[in-house]
């Protein structure tokens, strides 16, 4: 059975660095073809994919907040770390992190972590 | 990036009507499209993938269609539990980009 769940602050102030936590479970990003992604909504809002990590440590980005995003992981733990800089009140969202089957599908989701930004 | 274009953006309907929302990319993905379903406070579900592909568990009243740039996704027969917010996604190329949305609502 594969699970994910998002952790880390609910609240932010404007400048800082937010550092969410995606613990999974029922497969192993050390397989071969495995990936993971996170994904934001803000309130009302579409979806926006923001980055993924592949098993052999492989990492993309979407290019307008690539300089603001890190994603790392942890084998070990069965988690994915996913680092934004700079954070400013539109970045208020819902953020999923969403196991990555074959053909690029976003096939399992957390339950997602509502992030605000603000002061 | 690929811009994903939804059609329409919300869409009023009722119990057993057929219902077609249209998924455009601003260049050819190939099959690599799908569909996902979200509703209220609830994180996306994955419902047809490439194109056409139904997931496990899926109502078979939902289907896929399309190739290239264009892109549709039908419900036969709406049911109740089918409004909801629907999303076209493209894994063509990252990043991966969604569509805006199309909000399915009764009438």
């Known amino acids: 059975q594969v699970t994910l769940k998002e952790s880390g602050p609910a609240l932010v102030k404007p400048t800082q660095t937010l550092t969410l936590t995606c613990t999974f479970s029922?497969?192993?990003?050390?397989?071969?073809?495995?990936?993971v992604s996170w994904i934001r909504q803000p309130p009302g809002k579409a979806l926006e994919w923001l980055a993924r990590?592949?098993?052999?440590?492989?990492?993309f980005y979407t290019p307008s907040l690539k300089t603001r995003l890190t994603i790392s992981k942890d084998n070990s733990k069965n988690q994915v770390v996913l680092t934004m800089t700079n954070m400013d009140p539109v970045d208020t969202a819902t953020y999923y992190c969403?196991?990555?089957?074959?053909?690029?599908?976003?096939?399992?989701w957390g339950q997602g972590a509502l992030v605000t930004v603000s002061s | 990036d690929i811009q994903m274009t939804q059609s329409p953006s919300s869409l009023s309907a009722s119990i057993g009507d057929r219902v077609t929302i249209t998924c455009r990319a601003s260049?050819?993905?190939?099959?690599?499209l799908h569909w996902y379903q979200q509703k209220p406070g609830k994180a996306p579900k994955i419902l047809i993938s490439?194109?056409?592909s139904l997931e496990s568990g899926v109502p078979s009243r939902f289907s896929g269609s399309g190739s290239g740039t264009h892109f549709a996704l039908t419900i036969s027969s709406l049911q109740p539990e089918d409004f909801a917010t629907y999303y076209c996604?493209?894994?063509?190329?990252?990043?991966?980009?969604f569509g805006q949305g199309t909000k399915l609502e009764i009438k």
């Open positions: 969403a196991r990555i089957h074959i053909n690029n599908v976003f096939d399992y």
């Open positions: 029922g497969f192993s990003l050390g397989t071969s073809g495995m990936r």
């Open positions: 990590i592949d098993w052999d440590d492989d990492k």
């Open positions: 260049q050819s993905i190939s099959g690599h």
């Open positions: 490439v194109v056409s």
């Open positions: 996604q493209q894994s063509y190329t990252p990043p991966y980009t």
